[in-house]
């Protein structure tokens, strides 16, 4: 029987086998394929697109995720084909692109009085990388060193059983259908995805904060930068008539200073649809400030402001990851930060239990582990967005009178008691808004507790002595990041950050003066165990030389002790000294985090 021309047919090939299956190659699939493509991992990467994004939706790439491309070196090729902080300068409040400024705050680490914490934080950049350039970047490193990558081809169905995943795929270009059995399917297939659905993870949904419509185009706006430099432009008219579906804006760069995102903020209630280009193009310029301006339309698309997380991230052999499991506004800009750090996550693990280095209850740690993450990221981008909206009001630009709105405009420069009010709710407003783009705290504070750490011998885990979203807070105490220090050889050369150090797929150790019975222990025991663990000495005389005495101030132990981390970056263990029975309790330690028996 042959099919009909709007129903697939069923291929008559073989099963197709793979070790590993992800589906979607946005920051979340791409990072997963390109972190287990650098532990030699092969598989196969889909997309139901054609290529790879179409528009820039994530940019802003923080130190955290930068780390993870350090990982496996091509951070390098990321700066080049990023743009640099130093064009992220501000966030602005105006009336116009040309005109009328509200506001402005430091953003992105540029502030003078935070530039210091970004530095001390970590040894990368941040820098704003459009994911349209990220992407193929991926996916390139990932089918260089090992996977597959198919474009027009989509996750029908799967099932799964004890021994590893059948999925079925739908070829779009011949309209046929073939399966693939994996040993593990991974859902990075966003915001809609079919994985989670069918494998019926339930969500966590707040109340949606409507929706936004993405104009992506180009417009020379070079001759306004010098004096309004930075990467994010909300524009507020409350002075005019304004259309509902295009209430109020933001412009953000995508390439400075002639391609650029407007998103535009439609009116409470207002319905959701798609207007013309050429109302689109008026309303960009009325938005510039210059009704000449040439315009180009390049894209549009519209999404939902979600606030939605899943209440775990994988079941069985299916492990689910980035916006499939937690959606939120692009606020802090923490949306393909935490895809990449999920796929970091994810990665060594399912590494190490292939490879018979780990049992497989380590792959239960990553839910554990990543979902307060996606929690804690989807409650503070969202709170983030709300007070942008209370800038709004404090501006006047919710009025639903034209006279109402000017008159809040002539409060803010009265001198009266509602002008000081006015303006002490607009200042207060802004210092709050400074903490959504210097949410280092945000970024970087994470502290796992699972039983991929072992703290039962580490005391109560250690109290945030400043706001935690604003301040990053190292700490070796198990669960928490590696504090990046920088080292250098004890004749003066080039710096090594204890990031770079670390990583690479192993296990490392960190020691001094009197701890070299930790390296000979931990060599043994990677002979003994196959699990790769790389020993390094710092202090004087030892491996490497700790420059500025920072590693002595933060590593929480004596000479002789030592901190253990994971290839993820994150410490697992710390011994304050070398004692006896010390070797036998890094071997039991290291079986612990495993799930060795």
């Known amino acids: 029987m042959t ?51 179409d528009t820039p939706r994530a940019h802003i790439t923080n130190m955290a995720a930068m780390d993870c491309f350090r990982d ?38 540029n502030d003078p009085k935070r530039k210091g914490d970004y530095e001390l934080a970590s040894p990368s950049k941040m820098l704003d990388l459009p994911q349209t350039l990220l992407e193929p970047l991926l996916t390139r490193y990932a089918t260089l060193n090992g996977f597959k990558c198919r474009w027009d081809t989509e996750l029908l169905t799967f099932e799964q059983d004890e021994n590893g ?14 399966q693939v059995r994996s040993k593990y399917l991974f859902g990075a297939d966003g915001a809609r995805s079919k994985v989670v659905q069918h494998v019926e993870i339930p969500m966590i949904r707040r109340p949606s904060q409507g929706f936004a419509v993405n104009l992506l185009f180009q417009a020379d706006l070079s001759h306004l930068m010098e004096t ?60 510039i400030g210059d009704e000449s301006a040439e315009v180009k339309i390049l894209g549009v698309s519209t999404w939902v402001i979600n ?59 990553y839910s554990i582990e990543r979902q307060p993450v996606g929690l804690d990221v989807i409650t503070q981008a969202n709170a983030s967005f709300r007070n942008q909206k209370e800038i709004v009001e404090v501006l ?66 250690p109290a945030f002595t400043r706001d935690p979203l604003q301040y990053y807070h190292p700490t070796t105490y198990p669960g928490a990041r590696l504090p990046h220090v920088w080292l250098g050889n004890h004749i003066p050369s080039k710096y090594i950050s204890t990031i770079d150090l670390a990583g690479k797929g192993r296990f490392t150790l960190f ?27 710092i202090g004087y ?5 700790d420059i500025y005495l920072d590693w002595e101030g933060i590593r929480g132990v004596e000479d002789s002790g030592c901190v253990l981390v994971r290839p993820d970056y994150f410490v697992v263990w710390r011994s304050p000294r070398w004692e006896k029975d010390s070797a036998s309790k890094l071997k039991q330690v290291l079986k612990s985090v495993l799930s060795l028996h």
């Open 3 to 53: 099919a009909s021309k709007n129903e697939p047919s069923s291929s008559s090939s073989s099963l197709l086998h793979v070790n590993y299956l992800i589906i979607g190659t946005g920051p979340a699939g791409g990072s997963l394929a390109a972190f287990m493509a650098s532990y030699g991992m092969k598989g196969l990467i889909i997309s139901r697109d054609p290529s790879s994004a």
């Open 72 to 109: 496996i070196g091509i951070d390098e090729e990321c700066y080049k084909l990023g743009t640099q902080n130093n064009t992220m300068i501000h966030t602005r409040w105006c009336n116009t692109m040309a005109g009328l400024e509200y506001g402005r705050i430091y953003s992105w680490g």
């Open 165 to 178: 995943v059948t999925a079925t795929l739908l070829d779009k270009l011949s309209n046929t259908t073939f």
């Open 228 to 287: 309004r430099k930075g990467n994010l432009h909300w524009i507020l008219q409350p002075d005019r008539e304004n259309p509902e579906w295009g209430l109020s804006g933001c412009m953000r760069m995508v390439k400075p200073w002639f391609e650029w995102l407007c998103i535009l903020l439609p009116a409470p209630n207002a319905p959701r649809e798609v207007r013309s280009n050429e109302e689109y193009i008026q309303r960009i310029r009325e938005l």
């Open 307 to 365: 606030e939605t997380v899943a209440e775990y991230y994988s079941k069985g052999n299916v492990f689910c990851l980035g916006d499939a499991v937690h959606r939120h506004p692009p606020t802090n800009g923490l949306g393909s930060n935490t895809c990449v750090q999920d796929a970091h996550n994810l990665a060594w693990k399912v590494n190490f239990v292939e490879k018979g280095l780990a049992g497989k209850e380590l792959l239960g740690t």
């Open 396 to 461: 006047g630009a919710t009025e639903v009178t034209a006279e109402a709105r000017m008159k809040v405009q002539k409060e803010i420069y009265a001198e009266s008691p509602e002008g000081v009010a006015r303006r002490e709710r607009l200042s207060k407003a802004f210092r709050a808004a400074n903490g959504e783009v210097h949410g280092l705290g945000i970024e970087m504070n994470q502290r796992y507790v699972s039983s991929a750490v072992y703290q039962a011998d580490q005391g109560a885990m």
């Open 511 to 537: 020691t001094g003066i009197g701890g070299h019975y930790w390296k000979k222990a931990a060599e043994e025991l990677s002979s003994e165990t196959g699990v790769p663990i790389k020993a390094y000495s």
């Open 541 to 545: 005389g030892q491996d490497y030389k």
